[in-house]
Structures are given as structure tokens and as C-alpha cells.
């Protein structure tokens, strides 16, 4: 495995998290893109984007969306049914008024069109993707795992998916049925999505797991391309409150990889970052590697620095988070997490994940390794 931290040095923001990628298939070059500012939720958020390839050179960070209502937050990097790399963010001071805004790349993330409203006027705490990418289904709907967080005093948390059958031009939403009154806490959002089939022309199904804060995640499949969910129903993961990212390893979904935290405190550590397998459909997992401990500094491109992350000057991480509807308060230390994953065409994981609050980091997981999980 091989890891580098490619935000630069992080001298333009104090906290930074939330990071995406997507891979060119014919360049292989990988677009990265994250949220970074004072902290979570504040005013001078913006999305950062760099461009780069594995153990090359990187771009300096750049600024592509700011401004607007105050905070951007949750950007989600991926190649739309129109062959363009679309770039949805969430904007706005608190998350149940999110709106989600959309650029496009016709040149794998080179130049940018202007930004647009993915749903114009809806502030219902966004729309598209929330945190992880969209998934193509064979149909041709364009399925985005999506979520809603209530303001209330005892927040509400639910799952949806936002659908498309138009390439991203409208959308559809459907909510996850779950029994909110069996839960001890808020509920599920944030859910990831792969697709599953148990043979040539065989049905396809697709299968989401869904980050909770009932100390494991929850499962809910659709038979009907998205358009209808099963109730969703603990499985043997254990979930921090904290996002996660799975990738199917075979194709089939017979075999699936997720990147999470370990964890089963709801607003607990996020240390370590770990990857899981699954043979049985997202049932029960298998933890595999050990990403990110905090034991080794990653790599840096050529000409860059380690960002200072704090401990130089004795601080402590945070033991606990403290979470609101304006985001997460913390001072990062031990932090890694909220990542994403793609299988490269050559086989490799590639994932992004939030290295103290203060970076970015890209790693590489060979094929090698990979193919020995199957």
C-alpha cells in the first residue's frame, strides 16, 4: 500500500475534510475534491480541488466553488451517464437547508463550466449525491445515495436515493423505510451503493449500506433499479457515526470492499481507517487492512511540506465529537476518516480520507492484494 497527501501543505485553511475522487479511464489521471476552512460549517468553506497522477505531480489546490450562503460542504466527484465529470456540493449555514450545486468537466477536471443548482429552490437538505458517488444501473437510471437531517432538538435521520432517467437533468427522490422507533438514536444517512447480480442475465439488484448511529450500519436493497427500498435492517459492521465507502471487488457484488472506521461508538474516534470484505451481499464483514493509524506521516509529491497538525504543540485529540446542524466541532487530531473508493481499471483501490483535518491523503492498494480478498 502506498499513500501520499496531496492538499499541499494546508496553509490556506485551518481544518479541511469530506474528500472525493474519480479516476480518467483513458488518462488515469485523479481528480480529488474536498471542503476546507476555519472548520466544518463555517462561513469561509469552500470546495478544493487538485489534479493529479499516482506518485506524479499534483496540481496546487484550488478554490472551485465558494461564496453563495455561507458554508460548502460533502463534494461528490463522478463521471455522469454523459461521459463528463460532474462535481455536486451541499451550500448553506445549516445541513436541513442544504443545496446542492453541480459543475461539469468536458476534460477530466482540467476546466469547469459555471455552477448550477442541481434542483433550483430546493433547500430541503440537498439534493443528488449527499456523500458518496452515483451508480449507473444497467437500466440506465442514474441512482445518487442521498440523506436528510432534521433540525430538531432530537434530530430525524433518513436515507433516500435521488434518481435521475434523463443524465442528471431531473431527478426523483425515494426514501429507505426504517423503524425509527426500535433506534436509540437519530437514524441513517449517508448511505453507499453497489450493484449486485448472481450470474450472467441473471436480475440486478442494488445493495446500500447506510452509516447510523446505532453502533452498526444498516442494510437495504432495491430490486427494481432503485426505485423502491426494503426496510433497512442492522448488519454485522460496526459503524461510528461516521461516513464509509464500499466498492464492488468482482463486478458481480458477490464480493465488496468498504473503507470505514472500526468503531461502534456513535460520535467515537475515528482511528483507525480500515478496510472490510463482505462474500454474502454486505451481511457480515472481514476486516482486511489497516489504511491509516497514525503511526507513519504518508508521502508528500515532490516540493511540498507536511501540514502542522497540531501535536507539535501538545494538543490532544478530541474524545469525543460534538455534532450540530451546523457540522461537527473538533480539532482533528487522530482523524481519519470520511473516505472514498474507486476500483481503478488495473484492478487497484484507490481512496481519499481525511488525514488529521489537516489534509488529504491518496492511497493505493495493488491489485495484488486485492485479488487475494476474493
Known sequence: MERWIISGNGEQWKQCHGSTLAQASASGAISVAWFAGTREGSDDNA?????????????TPRRLLHGHAGAWWNPVLSYGPDGRLWLFAKNGPRISHWKTWYITS??????????????????????????NPPLLTGDGLWVAPNSIESEDDEPVWDCRFDISADRGRTWSLTTVPINHESL????????????????PGTAEELVALCRSTEGCAYRTV??????????????????????????SLDGWGSKVAIAHNPGSQSWGSRCPLVISVSSDGGV?????????????????????????????????????LQASDRGIVTNG???????????????ELLLSYTWHRRGIVLARISKETTESWL
Open 47 to 59: 470546495i478544493w480541488f487538485t489534479r493529479g497522477h499516482l506518485a506524479g505531480d499534483w496540481q
Open 106 to 131: 468536458d476534460d477530466d477536471g482540467m476546466t469547469w463550466s459555471a455552477e448550477r443548482e442541481l434542483v433550483p429552490g430546493d433547500d430541503g437538505g440537498g439534493r443528488g449525491p449527499v456523500k
Open 184 to 199: 436509540r438514536g437519530s437514524g441513517i444517512i449517508q448511505p453507499t451503493l453497489w450493484s449486485s447480480r448472481n450470474g
Open 222 to 247: 432495491s430490486k427494481d433499479g432503485g426505485l423502491n427500498w426494503c426496510e433497512a435492517q442492522p448488519v454485522g459492521l460496526p459503524q461510528n457515526n461516521s461516513g464509509f465507502c464500499a466498492v
Open 284 to 320: 457480515s464483514w472481514d476486516q482486511r487492512q489497516v489504511v491509516e493509524d497514525g503511526e507513519d506521516i504518508p508521502a508528500m509529491p515532490a516540493g511540498s511540506r507536511v501540514p502542522k497538525v497540531g501535536i507539535e504543540t501538545g494538543q490532544r485529540p478530541s474524545s469525543m
Open 333 to 347: 487530531l487522530r482523524e481519519f476518516s470520511y473516505p472514498t473508493m474507486v476500483l481503478s481499471a488495473a484492478g
